[in-house]
């Protein structure tokens, strides 16, 4: 059973930083791409960034320059390293795996992120 486990969520202020942690679990895949997605209130979920397994990444317009996903293959583990925090990213961030491969998609349980201005 494959499993993805957010962590490294929080309060902060605006311009403080958070670093995320999505643990995997489970099979190996050999083509996936992981990213982190995030969903304010009242708003639809949204692409954050993501990474491929050759090392690809790819970012959101709002996010590019603040945010930096990265991953240790050895850990099994994606991070996504949040700089210059603001109150618009704000919202519950999602850690997904598309599997391309077998043409599924898993999901995290989501890591509450809040900044205050």
């Known amino acids: 059973q494959v499993q993805l486990v957010e962590s490294g969520g929080g309060l902060v202020q605006a311009g403080d930083s958070l670093r995320l942690s999505c643990a995997t679990s489970?099979?190996?895949?050999?083509?996936?791409?992981m990213g982190w997605f995030r969903q304010a209130p009242g708003k639809g979920r949204e692409l954050v960034a993501s990474?491929?397994?050759?090392?690809?990444?790819s970012y959101g317009d709002s996010v590019k320059g603040r945010f930096t996903i990265s991953r240790d293959s050895v850990k099994r583990t994606v991070y996504l390293q949040m700089n210059s925090l603001k109150p618009e990213d704000t919202a519950i961030y999602y850690c997904?795996?598309?599997?391309?491969?077998?043409?599924?998609?898993?999901w995290g349980q989501g890591t509450q992120v809040t900044v205050s201005s």
């Open positions: 997904n795996l598309d599997d391309r491969q077998y043409g599924t998609t898993y």
């Open positions: 489970g099979r190996t895949f050999s083509s996936y791409v």
């Open positions: 990474i491929s397994r050759s090392g690809t990444t």
